[in-house]
């Protein structure tokens, strides 16, 4: 079962779903929203019918901590288990017409208030996906 | 569950065990359970239904599956009823036996064989790839040893199988990877007149596609590898080019040379299935990103599909696969020979596996589809009253409801049935025969 409630730290805000979407989705306007307010960020898209999303979300979710970097996990539909939990779902035509429903875990990282052209499909070991954050980020 | 009958069950289920390679008994047409057609107009095409048939598991299936053994049974991870815990099961899809069997994750078939890759657990946090003799598994489900586990250097994540070379019950095959270094092969043979079968490595991991990695990192961007059935090409999703790419595997070094017509979409893909004979692919796709349009398969604004269709290399021309009911999903199609597909659909939280006759479907060349694309929104007006018409008179209930149905059907029209259509159609404003008769020529334009 995929869970997008991840805990908040001190120094990073890890979202579930922002609380003042409407409906628990993550439209073009949330997503607008998000890169105003993140120079850099992450945004993980999940399925419960994937099971590697589960098992990317800790690794997603250390290495983002480790560069400080705001995370937002979505879901990748509105079914009733979703809706019970209170999942957000992608909803982003930006999103989705650049990948975000190829592949469940998929990745995309934001620099500069803009999204990265390079969506990663895959649950990435923690080796692969510094080396990505390293090539979208530089060294931190 | 369907149970339907079928000439391999008087065969039994478990006969296969090595080469059978090309010899996949094709399950014979049938009726999908719909009621028939009344009489219609002579430019309503039939048969209309590619359906074959379609069933839904006895739990609950994550969206990843593969057709395994002799193609009758499929595996694939689902919930285990009572904890929801992720299980692999074994289903055969003629009986409606489900079997639990090892690991959590990704049980993969070589084609046509009776052997199973699993990745499993180790105690170190990490998954070693394992391989199991499926007539044992059928026997004895999670009590199965494994035939041999891999070490470490095999990367036990997103694997899948070829055949390269195939002797009686002698199989010589191999397994791809992906994993630290941007993927691994390692080739195996497998002896299937031992029971339970003997399998041994032929050489040590290697790298895949060497030459294709960054020289700084050794990382390749490249992800979602998957290995042609005859293990000599494989398909990965470039992350640079954003594109879907094929390419031909060096025997011997593992280097890829990209092939000389790779997949020519730019659209929002998932991972291939190669047909047997590796001359198609077969994929998932978001309608509302795709060279295969939004005018067709969606308008603006209107919440994505998931929708599935096969990409034939030599023709250069898709094949659209059918589904049920707005809303639907399709997940990962899987070739069960060269002419059946398996989809996983999910419409709402209701999952079942629909099987596809692909000589059912016609043809759409690339470029008829990209003919379409650029129609203008006037010029799309008559195209919809078209297809308005030719759902009206043409399409069953369970089929009226999707657009995407509805102009799939329309473009597999020769000439002079949508001539009839478009007559039809103006029956009460033939003015505007002409207007639809410059449709119809529209439509048939291939180039």
Not at chain 1, 112 to 129: A, R, S, Y
């Amino acid at each position: 079962m995929v869970s997008n409630k991840v805990e908040s730290t001190a120094a990073i805000t890890f979202l579930a779903c922002f609380v003042p979407f409407a409906g628990n989705s993550f439209t073009d306007t949330e997503l607008m929203q998000w890169l105003s307010q993140k120079e850099k960020s992450l945004i993980l898209i999940v399925s419960d019918g994937m099971p590697y999303s589960q098992k990317s979300i800790p690794i997603v979710s250390q290495q983002a901590q480790e560069r400080n970097l705001p995370l937002i996990i979505l879901s990748d539909r509105t079914g009733a288990e979703q809706k019970k939990r209170g999942d957000c779902v992608v909803s982003s035509n930006v999103l989705i017409e650049n990948g975000a429903l190829r592949h469940f875990p998929s990745l995309f990282a934001v620099k500069d208030h803009q999204l990265l052209p390079e969506v990663i499909p895959g649950i990435q070991t923690p080796q692969e996906l510094r080396a990505h954050l390293t090539e979208f980020y530089g060294d931190h | 569950m369907a149970i339907i009958n079928h000439p391999l069950i008087a065969l039994g289920i478990g006969i296969l065990h090595g080469c059978a390679i090309g010899s996949c008994a094709s399950a014979p047409p049938q009726s999908s359970g719909f009621p028939p057609v009344p009489p219609q107009p002579r430019y309503c095409k039939t048969p209309i239904d590619p359906i074959v048939r379609h069933f839904s598991p006895p739990v609950k299936p994550k969206y990843f599956f593969k057709p395994v053994g002799n193609q009758n049974e499929i595996a694939f991870v689902g919930e285990a009823p009572g904890t929801q815990e992720d299980q692999n099961f074994l289903l055969n899809t003629i009986t409606g036996q489900i079997t639990p069997i090892p690991g959590r994750l990704d049980p993969i078939g070589l084609f046509n064989t009776d052997l199973l890759s699993v990745p499993i657990d180790d105690d170190n946090g990490g998954t070693k790839m394992s391989f199991y003799d499926l007539r044992q598994l059928r026997a004895k489900g999670l009590a199965t040893p494994p035939l041999y586990q891999s070490d470490e250097s095999l990367m036990g994540r997103y694997q899948s199988l070829g055949t390269l070379r195939c002797v009686k019950n002698r199989v010589r095959f191999r397994i791809i990877t992906d994993g630290n270094e941007g993927g691994n092969f390692r080739d195996f043979e497998v002896n299937f007149d031992a029971f339970p079968a003997k399998l041994r490595p032929l050489h040590p991991t290697r790298l895949l596609c060497s030459n294709l990695r960054d020289p700084k990192t050794h990382f390749m961007n490249h992800k979602l590898p998957m290995l042609s059935k005859n293990g000599q090409q494989v398909a990965f999703y470039d992350l640079a080019a954003r594109l879907m790419k094929v390419y031909q595997i060096h025997p011997q070094t593992g280097n890829c040379t990209l092939l000389a017509t790779p997949f020519p979409s730019r659209g929002d893909i998932g991972k291939f299935d190669f047909s047997p004979d590796s001359s198609q692919a077969a994929f998932h796709y978001s309608d509302r990103n795709l060279d295969l349009n939004v005018q067709t398969f969606g308008r603006p604004a209107v919440q994505w599909q998931l929708r599935s269709a096969v990409f034939d290399f030599k023709k250069q021309a898709y094949q659209l696969l059918p589904f049920f009911g707005k809303g639907a999903n399709t997940y990962y199609p899987a070739f069960l020979d060269q002419q059946h597909i398996l989809t996983l659909q999910l419409t709402d939280d209701q999952l079942e596996f629909i099987e596809v006759d692909l000589s059912r479907l016609p043809y759409f060349a690339k470029t008829q589809i990209e003919n379409l694309v650029h129609l203008t929104n006037e010029e799309f007006a008559p195209f919809q009253a078209l297809s308005d018409r030719f759902t009206e008179q043409c399409y069953l209930d369970t089929l009226r409801s999707t657009r995407a149905n509805r102009i799939l059907g329309l473009l597999a029209l020769d000439e002079t049935q949508c001539l009839e259509l478009a007559h039809d159609s103006s029956r009460s404003h033939p003015e505007l025969f002409e207007v639809y008769a410059s449709t119809c020529k529209k439509l048939q334009r291939k180039n």
